[in-house]
């Protein structure tokens, strides 16, 4: 997920509110997919995240695209607008009560000697690193991922060289919120969901995202490791409920010490 | 000359390869016009930022009205009579033109009554007092000059640092504009200016300083500087030839 | 003209009661309330542009502080209280205004420093059981007026008008001052304002301070009119959104923004609250926000009553 976001962050420096509640609803198609279709998560998250990809393609185009040249409060209203609206349709559709996708595929634990592996989170902790891998290529080798990177650099610069930074822009929006879609349907089976848990999973991937450093990939892979560790050394010495407290903790920290995260370009 | 209004000594600055002020030593006198001129990035908006107390600098001081600047904040250099404008205007374009300048006069005239009075007092000086009560939003390039002028001014300073307030206006407008400097400079406010308007800076300064990569390569009066061979050199092949002494 | 016209307006208001039954004045209660918390959001918010959107956490202090120390030994009333809770507020306001500024976070990151303060006090209160924990904190209902309660919803829609009224009042005593001309300067550009002799930083903490201290003198009135306090509610960042959303959407950095905000929303959300909570959908009224919000940041930047005041201005010429 925090791979989705630094993604948008890094091109577009709009800040999505809204991330979390797409990764939502990537879980929840991949809920109805399994439910009404039998679709198994493992199979299914594909097919979210050309949805995710439909969706954020139509929220750039059809409402980023007209402010970008407003305040930047702008851009964060818009997007806690959308945000609203995201969550609250998948309150209205869904219920409150928490949700969860079972996946036939993979359910046996996998048992290494004496080590104990919890299946679907190994799947999905693979799959994530190949999509991050994917990405890390289309950004680097190809033309568009060339064009995205130059668009975030210097939109300016690009549009003299005569790239279309509109189409830039919601390609780079849609792939991100595609990330994000996968991301929800693949930690589906291991994340029980509800529509609320969008806004807390919107802040720890800003956690993730900050800590990585806004705009590089490699730090939000790395901003993300460091957050899962720090919340689970602080769930074995402290209550479980407090774990949060140590990722908003080392946020505020990071946020006054090292804006640009510790991957990222120093912002001047 | 007895003490001098602003004395920069030894001013440093850099930022990561380069070196943008290197060892800038120079002085402005009580009531003196002053021009710090030089290529483009020579150092010139560097050294004003670094006055002002918008940066702080690696080495060196700067006094004003016998006091060391070091560590001070940009209000605070202000609230001395030190003022200045930015070479990219910034009025509040939300704001009216007199609430812009109300802004600087309120510094020292904490009653909003007065404030106003004194703003729109400025405002009329240099011409736009029909303007007052529009939004600075609106305001073509040369009146956001003049009310980038106005705001400086209504903050009394006894030190004007003007950074190209002549750019990118035409003849009748420059004019204009060098009129009013001397009109501030009239009354007692010393002036240090940027500009590459070379025909204002010849018939305005007193003095003028020339910067090329940060450095003092020459002082002295107009005609002594445009003669300097190293000015000249340092000029050859920058497109401000076109408008530059000779 | 104007002062006769908000003459007129707090005249119908104070009348108002005698023709309302309970469930118009429980409206009524809230567009007040809500327009207070917007009015104090809008001093930080809309005025001096700095976004917060942690407000919820001063009026969980507050409503925390003066239910504590109602319920304390020493039994203060919350009339008291509240004070020491807009105080506490305004403490907890001075650090995140003292962070926040100190170290140039501005726009977005600003936010992220709010969000995360009121988080990590959500999360805090939560696990502190000397202050109810998860669960919050229950007050029981007892009438009496001392005890900030009342038999009768007349008394808590005045004490509401009160607040909102107080709030107002504080706005446009600051609109007029230099102290208001300021925080105006300081939302359109910080470093002009310091090469103008403006002392950024000091009216950037003072605007926090009055915000979070009268934020937090809200949370005694929201603690003692719902009789609950939970961490999740209070502390949370859907109040956060429901303290900014009435004044971007009635007009932020204007004095009747707020009021507006409130009228339209709460209203709204009270109406698509019951409509779709009746048959079991949550979270309709919040849609309606969102919707709203968007609408607002697209087509009316400047919010509902900026662009009010030209259409009418317009028409009069």
Redesign the interface.
Known sequence: MAVGLTLIFGVMRV?NFAHGDMMVWGMYLAFVLATRGGVDPYVAFPLCAMALFVLGVAVQRG?VD??VD?P???Q???M??????????A??AF??EPARVRSRLVTEPLWLGPLFIDTPRLVTFVVAIVLTLALSMFLFRTELGRLIRAAADNPYGARVIGADVGRIYAAAFGIGAACVGAAGALVSPILPFQ?PTG?SLS?TS?NIV?IGGMGSLLGAFIGGLLVSVAESLGAVFL?P??K??FS??L??VI???R?AGLFGKRAS | MSQPLLSVTGLGKRFGGLQAVKDLTFEVGEGEIVALIGPNGAGKTTAFALI???LTPDGGRVTFVGRDLRGL????V??LGL????QIM??????TVV??V???T??RH?G?AE?ERRARAVLDELGLGAKADLPAGGLTLAERKRLELA??L??EPRLLLLDEVMSGLNDAETERIVDLVRAINARGVAILLIEHVMRAVMSLAQRIVVLNYGERIAEGRPDAVANDPRVIEAYLGDEETAAAPA | MKVAAAGVAVAVLLALPAVLNAYALTVFVLIFFYAYLGQAWNIVGGYT?Q?S?GHAAFVGVGGYTAAMLAASDWAITPWAGMFVGGALAAVLGGIIGY?GFR?G?R???F???T???A??CR??V??VDALGG?LGLYITFTGNPRQFQFQDQRAYYYVALALMLLATGVAALLE???FG??L??IR??E???????????RYKMLAMLVSSFLTGLGGTFYAFYLFSLQPNTVFG?PLS?EIIIRP?IGGAGTLLGPILGSLILTPLGEVSRAY?GQS?????H??V??????AV??FL?QGAYPALRQLFTRKRA
């Open positions: 800040v409402l007209r402010i407003a930047h409060e702008m964060i209203l818009l806690l607008g959308v945000a609203l609206v995201l969550e609250n349709t309150l209205l219920g409150p529509p806004l802040v800003f900050i209550r409920s407090l949060e407290l908003f903790s946020l505020i946020l006054l010490f804006p | 002002s107390g918008f904040a940009p209000h605070e202000n609230a003022a200045r404008t930015f910034r009025p509040f374009p939300r704001l609430r812009n109300m802004i600087a309120l510094g904490p909003v404030a705001r400086a209504g903050t | 542009g976004l959107v962070l170290f976070l726009g977005f990151y936010v992220l420093l969000v995360a303060f988080e990590v999360i805090v939560s696990n998860a007029r001052r230099r001309i300021y105006t300067a359109e550009d470093a002009a304002c310091e090469a103008l002799g403006v002392p950024t930083f960042i959104v971007i779709f079991g959908l949550h979270g309709a919040l849609v926000y969102g919707v709203l919000l968007i940041v697209l930047p």
